[in-house]
């Protein structure tokens, strides 16, 4: 069973940034492709970025592309999702994902585990 804590949500102004982390354990963290999800109040959750077992296989959603940078520390058994230039849209709680499986998961259906969340507010 893999357990998924994530830390670095927070209150930022618009236009700044924050630097979230997921510390993975419990299982072959090389083998686990990692991901980020969100929901905002009253939507539904939606994909955010991926990144697969190989550090460079990164995706993304369109609503962040260019803004957010996913990466992934294998020796540290650790994802983080750098996010930049944050709109108010972007206030929603971030969970980290992971899956077994070498490809990206962008759909709740390929994910496996799930974190509890960390709150992201981007205020106005």
């Known amino acids: 069973q893999v357990q998924l804590v994530e830390s670095g949500g927070g209150l930022v102004q618009a236009g700044g940034s924050l630097r979230l982390s997921c510390a993975a354990s419990?299982?072959?963290?090389?083998?686990?492709?990692m991901g980020w999800f969100r929901q905002a109040p009253g939507k539904e959750r939606e994909f955010v970025a991926a990144i697969a077992w190989s550090p460079g296989s990164a995706y993304y959603g369109d609503s962040v592309k260019g803004r957010f940078s996913i990466s992934r520390d294998n020796a540290k058994n650790t994802v983080f999702l750098q996010m930049n230039s944050l709109k108010p849209e972007d206030t929603a709680v971030y969970y980290c994902t992971a899956a077994n499986r070498p490809f990206v998961a962008t759909i709740k259906s390929e994910l496996d585990y799930w974190g509890q969340g960390t709150q992201v507010t981007v205020s106005s």
């Open positions: 419990g299982g072959t963290f090389s083998r686990l492709t």
